[in-house]
């Protein structure tokens, strides 16, 4: 992972300047590879102002992946690696189109990695299939240590264009882990847990195939003596809103540019009733004689709507993350009825999380749905109607997805491997396909600028360099209504009293000049000459920024040549010859 210095400064600079104004990235703009300083820092993701999830340019991506558990059970590894090869698993998930891997971990594996501990559990791999990752590099080989093995993976993801989103799933390492309602467990207390996340967030702060952190997988429970998490304005330990933002600010502080996924609770109380949380459970907390509105562990946002997670000078990295599954797995209310697109809507969906994303207050990553659908396991269809129509809503509203999941061995939904891992689910990856990001030729997008999706897909340069105008990701096939070339400044006006760079015009060259130059660029509305913002550009500031190749359009080079003048690495202005 060796890297000039001077790259890693540049990247470093331009990755500050975007966060220092949340939200800031609009309109997609056309940026070719020589504008990316640095391949480990130009990935990195941002929520403007649209609730969309934009790149460093402000193009809209859409995070579309799959889930492969292990590194949060006494594995130690993903499942399935004891027998087959952990290399050919990825390229399949990376050919097979799915950009975004959650991989579910716990808070002891990663303090145990931190303090460089031994593996408490014998690494599961099958040492003749997978020689990479034995000490001795050869077939039958001792395994390697499990960070090692897992850093591994990372470097494979990599040159595979899969991003990855690590999940606290649990405290503690073990099987039903998950089942615990809360952050911390008698094992690993809530400061362990805020220690995990800081750790884990600096490791991996010079290397965006690490993109983003779930704080928590399905906080849950009930007011039944089992523990309970509720979301409100206090600062109990209990409550799931107040731990967002201390585990965020665990996680930003150490690299403000991870997305950071806060999931939902389990139950939220009937205030309108006169109930709250003291109010005591009536048999299952779903029916709908309960004080409580259910959900599915980890997906209620009800208190969002009253209480939202107020991330500060941060807010441009929260990205709501509900799960939702279908029948097979319980039978909710919602579910014992014809059921359609519109009933689940009314009678679940909407109030619960899908007016994050209707009303435009954030965007959504749905970080587990899934289930079978063969007719063994749904023998009346309504698991695979019900995935189909969240599958087509989630098209239909670009939210982001991580399909639960690559294992077989999930016992209520199955996997989209079959046959001890050996083989693909056709029926079910052709179900899931549909809803992974593609361009209008069928190729599948990776969310990296440089590495191309697999052996067959494309990268995030090549989506957004192709032909003119500039593609919409919410449909490919027609083009982008935003305009594609805002940045077009006059020239029949001599420039005799320039001070290149200085675009803000404070007679000082800095960087908010940089800042300013891609807000411009992203948010044209509010900072482009005649915004709404009262720092937007003038025409002085505009000629002043213009420092790379002067009589050309405004482009992030120029920000970039800011930046390299700030670190004495050129003159302004700059040029290409």
């Keep these: 992972m060796a890297k000039f210095i001077f790259k890693k400064l540049i990247a470093a600079v331009s990755a500050a300047s975007m966060m220092m104004v949340p939200g800031a990235f609009s309109a997609p703009t056309t940026a070719s590879s020589a504008d990316v300083p640095d391949e480990y820092h ?29 590194y949060n059970v006494t594995t130690q590894c993903f499942d399935g690696v004891w027998s087959r090869n952990m290399h050919e698993m990825l390229n399949e998930m990376a050919d097979r189109g799915f950009n975004l891997m959650r991989v579910p971990m716990s808070t002891q594996i990663l303090l145990q ?71 911390y467990d008698s094992n690993y207390s809530y400061d362990d847990w ?36 509720k979301w409100d304005d206090s600062k109990d330990d209990n409550n799931w809103k107040y731990a967002a933002e201390r585990g965020a600010n665990a996680v930003l502080s150490a690299n403000p540019n991870l997305l950071v996924m806060v999931e939902g609770i389990e139950v939220y109380p009937k205030f309108e009733e006169g109930e ?77 999380w899908a007016y994050l994303i209707e009303e435009k207050i ?16 749904d023998p009346t269809g309504d698991n695979t109607k019900w995935m189909t129509i969240l599958r087509d809503y989630m098209i239909e509203k670009r939210i982001h997805h991580t399909f639960w999941c690559f294992n077989e061995n999930s016992g209520d939904t199955g996997g989209l491997l079959i046959n001890d891992f050996q083989d693909w689910d056709e029926d079910k990856y052709a179900l899931v396909k549909p809803a992974l990001w593609q361009d209008d030729k069928g190729r599948f997008i990776s969310l990296d600028h440089k590495y191309k999706m697999g052996s067959y897909g494309i990268s995030l340069s090549d989506y957004y360099n192709g032909t003119e105008p500039v593609q919409d990701p919410t449909d490919p096939t027609e083009p982008s209504t935003k305009p594609t070339d805002p940045t077009t400044k006059p020239t029949d006006d001599p420039d005799k009293d320039v001070t290149y760079g200085d675009a803000d015009c404070d007679g000082v060259v800095k960087m908010n000049d940089a800042v300013l130059i891609m807000q411009a660029l992203s948010n044209q509305d ?14 002085k500031g505009l000629k002043n920024a213009d420092c790379y190749d002067p009589g050309s359009n405004l482009t992030g080079k120029d920000a970039l040549s800011v930046q390299k003048y700030l670190l004495n690495m050129t003159k302004l202005p700059e040029r290409s010859e």
């Design 42 to 70: 130009d990935d990195w993701l941002h929520v403007n102002d649209n609730a969309e999830i934009v790149d460093m340019y402000g193009n809209p991506v859409w995070m579309t992946g799959c889930n492969w558990f292990g």
């Design 194 to 229: 805020l220690e995990a996340l800081n750790w884990v967030a600096d490791y991996y702060k010079d290397d965006d195939t690490i993109i983003a952190i779930d704080l928590k997988n399905e906080p849950h429970g009930k007011n039944d003596g089992q523990g309970m998490a």
């Design 113 to 183: 990695w931190k303090n460089q501990d031994p593996d408490p559990y014998m690494v599961k791999i099958n040492e003749w299939k997978n020689p990479e990752l034995t000490v001795e590099g050869v077939e039958g080989g001792k395994p390697k240590y499990s960070f090692e093995i897992w850093n591994q993976a990372v470097q494979w993801c990599r040159e595979n264009g899969i991003k990855i989103m690590i999940d606290i799933h649990c405290a503690t390492t073990a099987s039903n882990g998950h089942q615990y309602p809360l952050w």
């Design 362 to 377: 954030s965007p959504l990553l749905m970080g587990e749905w899934g289930g079978f659908i063969d007719e063994e396991h």
């Design 276 to 352: 709250g949380w003291d109010s005591q459970a009536v048999d299952y907390a779903r029916y709908p004689w309960s004080p409580f509105h259910g959900a599915w562990w980890g997906g209620n946002f009800r208190g969002a709507r009253d209480y939202p997670v107020n991330l500060g000078k941060y807010q441009s990295q929260l990205v709501y993350s509900p799960h939702d599954y279908g029948p097979l797995v319980w039978e909710q209310e919602w579910f014992k009825k014809d059921f359609s697109r519109e009933t689940l809507l009314d009678d679940y969906w909407r109030d619960t």
């Design 526 to 539: 509010r900072y482009y000459i005649g915004g709404t913002d009262e720092n937007a550009l003038t025409e």
